[in-house]
């Protein structure tokens, strides 16, 4: 071998001497590259240990945060360790997942149940009729998506019971109930189950493991909360009694209609606001071969699929398995979270966000040299995209203003009734339930007393129809 690196040495030297002196530098560098390679074939054996002590430390590290949880709190297969999880160990165990673990998955199923919401007629004619998301101006259709993103996303990260979650929680709670006579407490129930459960669907096929019972059950009982919190006036007690009822409501309220297919196109063209034009289509067909094809017909999509949608399907989804295959072996965990929301106020008192991975205008982004003038700015400024400015709420944003606006009286009092309801959530037990100005009435009937308070409930006991 020491012969092969003497004559290895002597080609450097005469190549060196044929080289001309305005390429020695690179001459320098493919030498140097030359001298690695001879190394590493001459110490294979320590590579393949290196190499083998990575992936040992890749798979065992992957699993060290499950690992941490469940010896915090004693947690095992038997549900007898778990079945008393209170609402702040669920929220801890939430964070860890969506935070740490597969944040990007949990976004990702977020995404495709949030085009879901656009199968339920009802709701689409709302928003319809609202002017959100299919407004003419573009910036107040745009506005109202980021707002719904950035209240949804902070709604899970905060505390429940601290004052910015309480804000959130109120600010949603103060929309519905301006539009409660038009939807039912119901149809926000079944986007709770979207929202929440959408994400560990995701988990389940594509993840790089599957979720733990304890993991599943803490991801019901903080939703579970979060349905109280936003005055659905009936929540069921377990996750098999809400499986039930949502098959019933789909049966009732999720068919195929025209505002459907206007409201999931409004969200479809912000999706791909900042796709190149000569992609889109392609994107698009993507989005479907990924969206539940329930969701697609009741959207009227499934017409716009292509003969190649099959295949496409299949190979999005082996890709999807790579990357779970990728990530459990070969890469190490995350060092530092995802941040969903934004923590900390500004110097106004006021919120800034950073653009979500959708953004189509920069809200709420605060003005900076870097935001302005950075590599992905001056990206932006060649292809035409806005930059954050006064425009955009540059300055930031308090969660109460936060949503649609009106005129400056009655914006003021629906700030003050946020403020007011905020003061209580904050202070509320766990299990109380939200008032909210929904319709009165279920959509489904026949339901059991389910979790909470009584308070702000259904008007009258129903009981459970046995099953067939």
Partial sequence: MSTAVGGAADCNCICQQLVPENNAKLFYILSWFTDCLLLLIQHWGFLVVVLNLYLSWTITSRF?????????????????????????????????????????????????????????????????????????????????????VILMSSMMAHPLRSRSSSLVIARINEHHSFYGRQINSDTVLYLIWLFGWGPVEMVQKFGWRKLQPFELHAMWIFWRELALRLGCKYVPETVEEMVAWKEAFRKQ??????????????????????????????????????????????????????????????????????????????????????????????EWGLYNFDATTYSTCPFYVKATFWSRWGPGALLNRARGFALPGPQYFSDGVAWESMGARRNKSKQRAAEARVIAQANFLEKAHYGYRALVNFQPEPVVRGLSLGYGDRANAYGRRHTMPEAA
């Fill in 64 to 148: 060290h945060r499950l690992r941490a949880i469940k010896k915090k709190y004693n947690f095992n297969k038997d549900p007898r360790t778990y079945e008393d999880m209170t609402v702040d160990v669920a929220q801890q165990i939430e964070k860890n997942l969506s935070e740490w673990e597969m944040p990007w998955l949990f976004e990702f199923g977020w995404l495709f149940n949030f085009l879901a919401s656009a199968s339920i007629p009802i709701l689409s004619k709302t928003i319809i009729q609202s002017g959100h998301y299919t407004h003419r101006d573009p910036i107040i259709a745009q506005q109202r998506q980021e707002d719904t």
């Fill in 253 to 346: 309220e999720v068919y195929p209609h025209n505002d459907n297919r206007i409201f999931a196109d409004s969200m479809k063209d912000m999706l791909l606001y900042k796709v190149p034009g000569f992609a889109k289509g392609f994107a698009f067909q993507c989005i479907l071969a990924l969206l539940d094809d329930e969701v697609a017909t009741a959207c009227r999509w499934d017409g716009l699929k292509q003969e190649y949608h099959p295949t496409l399907r299949y190979w999005i989804h082996r890709l999807l398995h790579v990357r779970a295959f990728v990530h459990r072996y070969l890469t190490p965990p995350r060092r530092h979270p995802y941040v969903r929301t934004s923590y900390l106020k500004n």
